[in-house]
């Protein structure tokens, strides 16, 4: 069989209280502005000071000489300075940095400097300046450098400055300021170039570098290393500040709104025009006493894995931290420290996927550390093939957790009766120890597909606990249903349909032929007849066989041939019928109904 393994979405989870809690690691650190890793194998931590020094964090101490020293070409003057630092992919070889700061004119200047003999001192004095961008005001510089998954350099540009973006750089096509900035910086080494895919690329009435538009103030933004998405940080005028996404499969293009829009919420006038603008996935109002927002990470370290998923990020006036999760096309975020007592100028985030936060108050770094334990939410406990939360008795579920398995890849039961602990993880739902099919960790997102103990039947819902070794998750209670059909697809609209002839897959080019056998295989359709134990492979003979089902293709009644657990399957149900004469050409819906209850419908190939 096959069938979905992987959901390609990632479930918010409910973050309560205090969430996580901080370690100091390092001091002394002036204005911190950035904390960046090199992506080398080294280890090492770079603190960016705002008068114009890197410093090297190394094995929890700091180093005494600076990596890098450019006071000479900056100074630290409210929001000016030394703001950004980037290290390009393979910089273990070439030893090649880049920097984002204001001049002596206050100006915004990105150049690329280059490593000495000695790996921890940069040579200040080898600056190729590839970009150089007037400010009108003092505030709103943005500052941020880092380079995306594509190997290309993004950069985050404010709108110039004062107040309410008096010039309309947001939404100004002609300046690179309120926008954010893709350029090729490294296929031609001390030479910008404008990447053939940016989205604006050969228009002669717009700045063939930008990336994105209506932007404020994006202090900070970073890339989740593990799916490739772009979360942006906006700082906001007087009243809200937001967090905005861009999935990896953008093409650009993305306009964020201002200064027609702060946050969600109309700028300057009650009514304006949303249309074609991309709304923030979560925002957070003055009220609560934040002032200015500071973007963070998609946590994805292995020290703490109820964090993994969670993109943390704070305010640098009220030292409140967040954290985001996406929960399909919808965002959820949740408190996850009520308060840090920092003020946040920056998060940074090891090699290792560990997370940082800078305390400009005293000038300290320190590391967030949460949770050992693996975390979940009633959200992600669901159908295995349509993904509708709840529980069916006997069937197979699917939940989304973090803190399951730290590396990529899929750890599958070997046999059968299923195991009760895969991995050194368990699962008890309703108190009953569940058997499990598979672990999965793909591109950031987690998940276990179990088999609902039948003993849980009966009930309106049901406690479900997940086990790691010795740390369990809280509780979350599920709902439980007698039935709840639904049909396995191969990509979340087509039926994993069966040619009964030969046993192959009805597709597009060989569909099902009218009156032909065939079968497809779902989940939810309650108890049946010579019922296994739990884990154990369904019989071939007597067959486990399940009542009141029907099979409707286009609306016409199929014949049912067969409905009950597949043989040689644990918590999967196969439905053998036959092809309405009647039924129409093309891809039809094909829709299950078990007690009454009926299943979203998927397509069939008709011939």
């Known amino acids: 069989m096959k069938y979905r393994v992987i959901l390609g979405l990632t479930l918010a989870f409910t973050i309560f209280g205090q969430e996580i809690r901080t370690t100091q690691i390092a001091s002394g650190i002036s204005a911190p502005t950035d904390i960046q890793n090199a992506g080398d194998g080294s280890g090492r931590l770079f603190f960016v000071q705002q008068n114009g020094l890197v410093r090297i964090h190394r094995n929890g101490s700091l180093v005494n000489q600076p990596f890098l020293d450019i006071r000479s070409k900056t100074r630290a003057d409210g929001e000016r300075g030394l703001l950004g630092l980037a290290f390009p992919p393979g910089f273990a070889q070439s030893q090649r940095l880049y920097v984002n700061y204001t001049d002596l004119n206050g100006d915004t200047i990105i150049a690329m400097y280059r490593v000495t003999s000695n790996a921890d001192v940069a040579d200040s004095s080898s600056e190729t300046i590839l970009l150089k961008i007037a400010q009108p005001f003092a505030n709103h510089n943005g500052g941020q450098v880092r380079f995306g998954p594509d190997g290309y350099l993004y950069i985050g540009m404010g709108d110039g400055g004062s107040g309410g973006d008096p010039q309309g750089n947001g939404q100004r096509r002609t300046t690179l300021l309120g926008k ?109 006493g934040g002032c200015s927002i500071t973007g963070g990470f998609v946590y994805r370290g292995r020290a703490y894995p109820g964090l993994r998923g969670a993109y943390i990020y704070g305010d640098l006036c009220n030292g409140r931290i967040w954290g985001v999760e996406r929960q399909g096309s919808t965002f959820s975020n949740r408190v996850l420290l009520p308060s840090s007592g920092f003020s946040i100028t920056t998060f940074g985030e090891g090699e290792d996927g560990e ?74 739902i309703g108190g009953v120890a569940a058997p499990i099919q598979s672990i999965a960790n793909r591109n950031g997102q987690e998940q276990i597909n179990i088999q609902v103990p039948a003993e849980i039947g009966g009930r309106t819902n049901a406690a479900v606990v997940i086990r790691r070794d010795s740390q369990a998750s809280a509780s979350v209670d599920a709902p439980v249903l007698d039935v709840q059909p639904a049909v396995f697809t191969a990509d979340g609209v087509s039926a994993v349909a069966v040619h009964n002839a030969d046993f192959t897959l009805a597709t597009t080019g060989r569909p099902l032929a009218r009156g032909e056998f065939a079968f497809v295989y779902a989940t939810g359709l309650g108890r049946v007849s010579n019922e296994p134990a739990a884990g154990v492979a369904a019989p071939s003979s007597p067959l486990a066989v399940a009542s009141d089902v029907r099979v409707t293709i286009a609306g016409a009644a199929a014949e049912v041939q067969f409905a009950g657990l597949a043989p040689g399957f644990a918590g999967v149900y196969q439905l053998n019928f036959r092809v309405p004469a009647n039924a129409p050409s093309g891809m039809q819906d094909l829709v299950v109904t078990a007690g009454g209850a009926a299943s979203p419908a998927v397509k069939v190939p008709i011939q």
């Open 355 to 428: 997370l940082y936060i800078a305390h400009v108050g005293n000038g300290t770094i320190h590391r967030i550390e949460g949770s050992l334990a693996p975390r979940l939410s009633a959200a992600g406990i669901v159908n295995a093939a349509s993904f509708v939360p709840g529980l069916a008795p006997g069937s197979l579920a699917t939940i989304f957790a973090a803190g399951l398995l730290d590396d990529d890849g899929i750890v599958t039961a070997t046999g059968f009766p299923l195991p009760l602990t895969l991995r050194g993880v368990s699962i008890t």
């Open 180 to 288: 954010m900035v893709r350029v090729d910086v490294e296929s031609q080494p001390g030479t910008l170039r404008i990447p053939a895919d940016n989205p604006f690329s050969g228009q002669s009435a717009t700045r063939n570098e930008i990336w994105a538009l209506g932007l404020r103030n994006p202090w900070r933004f970073s890339f989740d290393r593990a799916t490739g998405d772009l979360w942006i940080a906006d700082v906001g005028q007087n009243e809200w500040e937001e967090v905005n996404f861009q999935p990896a499969s953008s093409r650009g293009g993305e306009n964020y709104g201002w200064n027609g829009m702060e946050g969600a919420h109309c700028y300057g006038t009650p009514n304006c025009n949303r249309q074609g603008l991309v709304l923030p996935v979560a925002e957070y109002s003055h009220s609560q």
